[in-house]
């Protein structure tokens, strides 16, 4: 049988791991809560640690914790934000829905390794208490939101930001590379008048640029913290000054823009800024389906398909067909794409069961936007580099593809009128020959108007034609 050690809490003694720094409402939280295997996100455990080792600095200098005590929680507290104790969140992510139980598993673990700093034993709560000390001039309610949004604009800024640049980049180097290659666009999936690959592409790489700019935006309402305002907004129970001085200190920390809630009442009662940056992040996945949608079609093989693109090969694409190859990484892309888009929904849902001062689903809501945060990120990286950066066209199949599709008769309105064009368009593909045919011998234009009807590079840039 392991060894454990006796931990307690107001509600009395609890047997826990010996090994282990969480303690005894980390204990009942696991025995409560045994629903998945989702635990907290590694940047939010993180965030965690800064806010209790911001808190901890701020207790010490108004003179609420001994300095000894203060610095032993501060070093505790920045080993979990760097990752050391990750292991030792174990709270399942469905519990209770302010994170209390989450702020407490911190709370312990911090107070077990300054314990342990202060070479004292794991439990000694007259010398080092999870509550009294470590979550001093603090609530669940206003430290849980504080850590749910500084993780997501870190994540945001440092993963996110940084990968849709990668991918509008990847495709605007393409986009110039296949400026001149020529093919039919494509409209309700049947041919069109013709377009150049660099303007197609020139459209997905606007996609990822304007996916940064709807997240930037919304970082303005997730940097606004609650932190401060203790139970329900008031800042019961600590210091008028706590919050804002709190907030310098996780700016100093983490280098971001930070401020105190503008109304710490609706910065508790409400999650609409992660709402809000859940349909951001929505939005950009319905681009990036629509576009990885778009990539296999392109890519489709020529034999049976489109085939004006060539994606990297990348692997065997069937377990019982050689040879062939599957357009794999923009296939990765839409299901991600889908787990984002189910992920809002979640988000959504939560943000509507605020109850009064509290919204009580926090920490199904924080898993939701960090994971989405993070599968967004790397899966556009991972469609830059692994699909984008080497697209090739198959400039000849574009080119026929191009002079074949029916709507090059558009060009032809101007100079004949709507329902001639029609009626040598329909001739044409009556007898299974070329439109160039039939406007010479029956459209009484030369071919050398011809040509300049039909130029499809004019035509592609919107000129050409009977203008």
């Known amino acids: 049988m392991a060894a454990t050690r006796i931990e307690r809490d107001s509600m009395g003694e609890v047997a826990v791991p010996a090994a282990a720094y969480w303690g005894a409402q980390t204990a009942r939280a696991l025995a409560n809560f045994r629903i998945s295997t989702l635990r907290l996100p590694a940047p939010l455990i993180a965030a965690l640690g800064r806010v209790k080792a911001a808190a901890a600095r701020v207790n010490r200098a108004l003179g609420e914790l001994d300095p000894g005590i203060a610095d032993a929680i501060e070093r505790a507290a920045l080993e979990v934000a760097a990752g050391r104790f990750d292991g030792e969140f174990v709270v399942d992510v469905f519990q209770t829905g302010s994170g209390t139980s989450s702020n407490m598993n911190a709370n312990e673990v911090i107070a077990n390794r300054a314990l342990e700093i202060l070479g004292r034993p794991r439990g000694d709560r007259a010398t080092i208490h999870p509550n009294d000390h470590v979550n001093r001039g603090q609530s669940s309610n206003d430290v849980f939101p504080t850590a749910i949004h500084l993780a997501a604009y870190e994540r945001i800024t440092v993963a996110l930001v940084p990968a849709l640049e990668r991918l509008a980049a990847a495709f605007e180097e393409r986009a110039a590379a296949t400026a001149d290659v020529v093919k039919p666009g494509r409209t309700h999936l049947q041919g069109a008048v013709p377009i150049t690959l660099g303007d197609e592409l020139s459209g997905y790489a606007a996609v990822a640029r304007q996916g940064i700019a709807r997240v930037s935006d919304a970082l303005a309402r997730l940097g606004e913290v609650p932190i401060g305002g203790t139970a329900v907004g008031t800042g019961l129970g600590t210091s008028p000054r706590f919050g804002a001085l709190v907030l310098d200190e996780l700016v100093r920390l983490t280098g971001l823009p930070l401020q105190v809630a503008r109304n710490r009442f609706e910065a508790m009662q409400n999650r609409d800024a992660v709402v809000e940056a859940s349909g951001m992040l929505r939005t950009i996945a319905v681009g990036l389906m629509k576009i990885a ?73 924080a898993h939701a936007l960090l994971e989405s945060i993070e599968v967004l990120a790397n899966g556009a990286t991972v469609l830059a580099d692994r699909c984008v950066a080497g697209l090739v066209p198959d400039a000849a199949r574009c080119r026929l593809l191009a002079e074949r599709s029916p709507a090059l008769v558009t060009a032809l309105v101007p100079r004949l009128g709507y329902d001639r064009a029609a009626e040598l368009f329909r001739a044409a593909v009556a007898r299974d020959v070329p439109l160039r045919e039939v406007l010479i011998a029956e459209g009484g234009i030369d071919a050398a108007e011809v040509d300049r009807l039909l130029d499809l590079h004019a035509l592609a840039r919107g000129g050409g034609g009977g203008n």
């Open 293 to 365: 949608n778009d990539l296999r079609l392109l890519a489709s093989d020529a034999r049976t398909g489109i085939g004006e693109l060539v994606l990297p090969a990348l692997q065997p694409g069937s377990s019982i067909m050689p040879g062939k190859v599957n357009p794999v990484i923009p296939e990765a892309m839409t299901q991600v794409a889908a787990l984002v888009i189910g992920h809002d929904t979640t988000i959504t849902v939560a943000g509507l069961n605020g109850s009064l001062e509290l919204n009580v689903m926090m920490p199904v809501m």
